[in-house]
């Protein structure tokens, strides 16, 4: 049987609360707007009440000591940042779910999870109603886990993983060092709440103090409304939001004149990108980090700090990297090796049976198997994970790489990169791009494109083109869709 490292947490015997951060904000300026969901406005003074009325019935469900666990399935509602605070609060543990799951995958993850409460969009805001006020925030030890995310396994089992909150903590502190989010900040999060960089932006604002606007559903031209007339200065979302909401943008003829920072991850942003951003609000910083669920913030890529358009940056700030062989010994500045990390905002890995892939840890590192090398300067390449490698006439090549020397042609807006079975090659490498407006280019284009800036053999011998592009539940583009559709020729062929 698998061991339940939920069980294994300490009581309350540390000397902080995750949910502190929030609170000591509701003190200092109660009546300051904390979230905006649509027409709602909540203010901190009413948000820190929900919170302690949630505090107070999952304390309640505390059973022999163990921390409760409450599972959420949930779109994005105004309810969601007071369930997250008052859960972690009272030491309970956060379960999100995805409503836009299966029955086949949500009943795999309750499996996993075992919660002692489910609360879904058409439960959550009764439950609340009947907890009591005036539930006081306590001591939590950092050790205690509050957050199990799910990310996908190759056995179709989401693999769970665990958070706790001191690594939650460290979290909160490197990005107030690194974005500097400040009570007199407006912040945008338009993408789903239950995703990891959408609740972790709502939870970032609301821990110092800023206002945060938060969509019912990503909405590209409301967003790009809110950002010309709202007074926005920090937007947080993935590349593919961005990307909707710069084109409606530009359709609409709007501006972004308050906007500092864009927090951006979960892919690189192409340097067209850049550019259309700069031309709406060329005094806002480009803020893109290289994560993993399991480790956190791993580097950074900030527009004012010159890094070479092809990394992801330096390491971010308290972490430190270490690129090693498959034997696990350091590789020299230049080499490529896996990319292992060292941080106080690791993971405590997964929560029960998973299909052994994913994430690693040694003697204090960690790694989810990204493969990359860092130049003499120390900025981090990556050129792919493990998992994701193609090999190709005996060759290996990492998708990651290609796709970046696709995305800077200047007729394709985005690219994803894999194998297609082939008797000759074993796999053929291929690509599916989406077009930047009517720019079109063809195959022999578009591979003495790659091969002017990578080995010969890294330029996709098949590519196909895309109008429509399938996304994830969290924006990102949903891959597996994508190379199936280019499998049963279902896209058309660039020739």
């Not at 006020?133 to 396994?153: E, Q």
């Not at 502190?173 to 999060?189: K, Q, Y």
């Not at 049976?353 to 900025?379: K, L, Q, S």
Request: charged letters at 20%; proline letters at 6%; glycine letters at 12%.
């Amino acid at each position: 049987m698998a061991t339940d490292r939920l069980s294994l947490a300490g009581g309350y015997t540390g000397a902080d609360n995750l949910a502190r951060p929030f609170a000591t904000a509701s003190g200092r300026a109660p009546a300051h707007p904390a979230l905006v969901f649509g027409d709602e406005v909540v203010s901190y003074g009413t948000l820190l009440d929900q919170v302690r009325r949630v505090g107070a019935g999952v304390s309640a469900l505390r059973r022999d000591g163990a921390p409760p666990r409450v599972a959420l399935s949930l779109a994005n509602r105004a309810e969601l940042p007071a369930l997250f605070f008052g859960i972690v609060a009272a030491g309970g543990i956060v379960g999100l779910l995805d409503p836009k799951w299966s029955a086949t995958q949500t009943a795999a993850a309750l499996d996993t999870f075992r919660p002692d409460l489910h609360l879904r969009t058409d439960t959550v805001s009764d439950w609340i109603a009947k907890q009591a006020a005036g539930w006081s925030i306590p001591a939590i030890d950092p050790k205690t886990p509050f957050l199990v995310g799910f990310t996908s396994g190759t056995t179709g089992r989401p693999k769970a993983f665990i958070r706790n909150q001191g690594s939650w903590l460290a979290t909160l502190e490197a990005s107030r060092v690194e974005f500097g989010i400040g009570p007199d900040d407006v912040v945008l999060v338009p993408g789903p709440l239950v995703h990891g960089l959408g609740l972790y932006g709502a939870v970032e604002g609301l821990s110092a103090g800023a206002m945060v606007r938060v969509q019912p559903k990503f909405d590209a031209s409301d967003a790009a409304m809110q950002l010309a007339t709202c007074g926005i200065t920090t937007l947080v979302l993935v590349p593919t939001m961005l990307v909707g909401i710069l084109d409606a943008a530009e359709r609409d003829g709007r501006h972004f004149p308050a906007l500092r920072r864009v927090v951006c991850s979960g892919a690189k942003l192409a340097p067209a990108v850049h550019d259309r951003l700069s031309a709406l609000c060329p005094d806002a910083a480009v803020l893109e980090y290289y994560g993993a669920s399991e480790l956190s913030f791993v580097s950074l890529r900030s527009s004012r700090e010159g890094a070479p358009a092809d990394s992801v940056g330096r390491p971010f700030h308290g972490v430190e990297l270490s690129l090693r062989d498959d034997d696990g010994h350091p590789v020299e500045r230049g080499l490529p090796g896996t990319v292992w990390v060292r941080s106080g905002m690791l993971s405590d890995g997964y929560l029960g049976t998973t299909d052994g892939a994913g994430y690693r840890e040694h003697e204090g590192w960690g790694t989810v198997g990204d493969y990359g090398w860092i130049d003499g300067e120390g900025w981090l390449r990556l050129v792919g994970r493990a998992g994701d490698m193609i090999i190709t006439g005996g060759l290996n090549v990492y998708p990651a790489e290609v796709e970046a020397a696709l995305r800077a042609h200047p007729a394709v807006a985005e690219a994803v990169v894999f194998g297609l079975p082939d008797p000759y090659w074993g796999d053929a490498l291929s690509a599916v791009v989406w077009w930047r407006g009517a720019a079109r280019a063809s195959l022999t284009e578009l591979r003495g494109w790659c091969q002017e800036r990578l080995e010969a053999y890294k330029a996709p011998r098949r590519v196909f083109a895309a109008a429509d592009m399938p996304l994830t539940g969290s924006g990102k583009i949903a891959r597996a869709d994508v190379r199936e559709r280019a499998r049963a020729g279902g896209l058309e062929v660039v020739e």
